[in-house]
């Protein structure tokens, strides 16, 4: 079989790999090259992980020693590299490889070269599966920023007990899509102090921009196709384009312009003791707090994505072997809240009302 071929970003220097390159001479496993490889990294909202992750590689506290970016498009992904580093030139030990989601080989190939992927191609139903399949039967962890809930239970249903024997730790929904819900509601429930206690936590969303709020094309297929019916999903798979090219997102102003309010309000019982049994008291408790940051797409999500990357990288032995597993279970009780505060989220308690609520 002929050599696939990795090229840095540095045009010059190609690497010949043959596809028995996961084993060293001597039939032991090496550690793999990169700590993690960002797929789709031409993408809109792949670009902007690219240049989130630029922020932590090589820091002194950062575990993120080395990475590579991955796609279909040699020079997009370079043109990439140059737009997230600028306005410095990209690091040359940044590699550039040549994968495609279509190509179960190039999949197969790019998880024998690194500890973690960071898949941003979507749709994910139409895409993702193919890159879950390469990375648990490699037994290398994976994270992406899906929001469709049928992809998600649908891998979790087919690959969790492969991906708990390698050893392969599968978590979707690593960006807005799920993670500022499931920690903000995490953050209202430790407000609650005994013997006061939440009956329900309901949530707000707000999405804000001086400019114009602008999605790109993939964001909003994503988006349709995540509530699609599944009848629709093999006609639209039947008659949608094989390679469709990106639409263009929003600009990088309308990005920088944009940010998000989450709100969650929490009502309960001042007192357990004496509401346990009394199923139709009214609440008399609420506890209101929001999550605020910048640009939920495009800014928040590579936020998420990459400090849910560093915890992985940086404390692997505290997190569940592998399995198919929700970004709650796996991060909620790491400290990910504390990291995107560091970064720019904020968790904050806006009122606090116990006893007298009506």
Known sequence: MPPYYLRTNQPQKWHALQLNLAMDDDGSNPSPPYDLVILGASGFTGKYVVREAL???NTPSSPLKSFAVAGRNHSKLLDTLKWAAKPNSPPPSIAILTADTADPVSLRMLCSRTRLVL???GPFRLHGGPVVAACVQAGCDYLDICGEPEFMER???VYHDQAVETGSLVVSACGFDSVPAELGWMFNSKQWVYPAVPNRIEAYLSLESDKNIVANFGTYESAVLGVAHMDKLIELRRSR??????KK????DE???AS????FVGRGYSDLRTSINVGDKEVDAEIITRIMGPDAGYLTTPIILLQCALIVLGQR???PKGGVLTPGIVFGPMDLQERLQQNGISFDVISRRIGSTK
């Open 155 to 157: 891998m979790e249903f």
């Open 119 to 121: 898949n941003c191609v």
């Open 55 to 57: 922020k932590f590689l």
């Open 317 to 319: 032995d505290r997190l």
């Open 255 to 257: 990005v920088a312009s």
């Open 249 to 252: 997102g929003p600009s990088e």
């Open 241 to 246: 384009p094989r390679r469709s090219k990106p």
């Open 260 to 263: 998000f309010k989450m709100w």
